[in-house]
Structures are given as structure tokens and as C-alpha cells.
């Protein structure tokens, strides 16, 4: 475009699919999730577009105006998000740019208990759902399961919770499984 003011359209395309293993990525047997909404929000968290994801989990966000934007997703009932950690995608989209892969990872949660979702921010969760008597969880936001495993110590663990009834009780991330560091 010659003017200074010129708007060439944007374009946000991605896949929502069911983390069956929870490793934060859509591997082989990973099936899309058709009927999600996606929102694409400015900085002041305004809706200004949105998709639902056809019969593969497959969307496309076209005519965008472009700028800078968070993606998310319209959460469901019985499903936790899993990928991306955070709120959603930071994008920044200078003139005429489609951007690929931009994917929503979820789970789908055993009821009882009720799911919970992932709180803003979070960079690490482990849910511990391997029944009474587990004393480990892996971080289901980091693709290798080797990775960030948590050690309970003390404390109780049943269905989907985790109980530190007294001061003594904690649990930690041994030093040589945590995220960056090579074992």
C-alpha cells in the first residue's frame, strides 16, 4: 500500500483437540474438537472476533485488522484447557500476515470430581488423579513426561485431590527433573 494509513487484512488459523495423554500437543490419536468457540481479544480483553471449529476442531479467524491480540477459548463444562498455558496465545500481526498452528490443547475431566480449570498464568500443574497412595504427578504443561514430576511428601492424595494436613506436609519438584534442565 502507498497510503500510511493502509489496513491489509489478517488471517488466524489453528486446531482445538482433545489431549488424550495431556502432554500439551496433539499427537497421532489426539482427535479434533468441532463446535468450540475461539475468541480473538484486543488488549483491553474485548471480543472483537470469533470461530467455531468445524468437524476436525480446525478454525480460521479471516479480515482481521492488524495489530496485537490474545486468543483464547470459550471454555466447556467437563473439559480443562491444557495447551497453551496462560490465557491464550499473544499474537502480533503485522500487515497481510496468516498465521498458522495456532492450537488449543484440552481434556476431557472424570467426573466426580468436577474439572478445574487451569488458573491465568500458570506455568506448571499437577493433577493428581492416580488414586490413594500415589506419591508423584507428573506436570501434564510440559511435553516430556520425564520432566517436573512432583513429589509428594506426607499429606494424602485421593480422586483428583491433594490434602497437606500438617505444616510437615509438602511437596516438591526434585532439582534434576525441573523444566530446563538436563537430566
Known sequence: CAQVNCSVACTV??????????????????????????ELRDLANNVVATAV?????DYCIPNITCGNY????????????????GAGHSLSLPLATTVN?????????????PCVPLPQGLVAWWPFDDGPGATEAADVTRANPGRNRLVLVGGTVGAGSLCLPTPADHAFVPAAQQAGRVR
Not at 490474545?70 to 498455558?85: D, R, V
Request: glycine fraction near 16%; hydrophobic fraction near 30%.
Open 13 to 38: 488459523c489453528g486446531r482445538k483437540f482433545s489431549d488424550l495423554n495431556r502432554n500439551g500437543v496433539q499427537d497421532g490419536g489426539d482427535p479434533g474438537l468441532p463446535g468450540w468457540t475461539v
Open 53 to 57: 471449529t468445524g468437524a476436525n476442531g
Open 70 to 85: 490474545l486468543l483464547t477459548e470459550a471454555i466447556q463444562a467437563g473439559w480443562s484447557k491444557i495447551a497453551p498455558t
Open 101 to 113: 498452528n495456532v492450537d488449543f490443547g484440552n481434556y476431557a475431566c472424570p467426573t466426580p470430581p
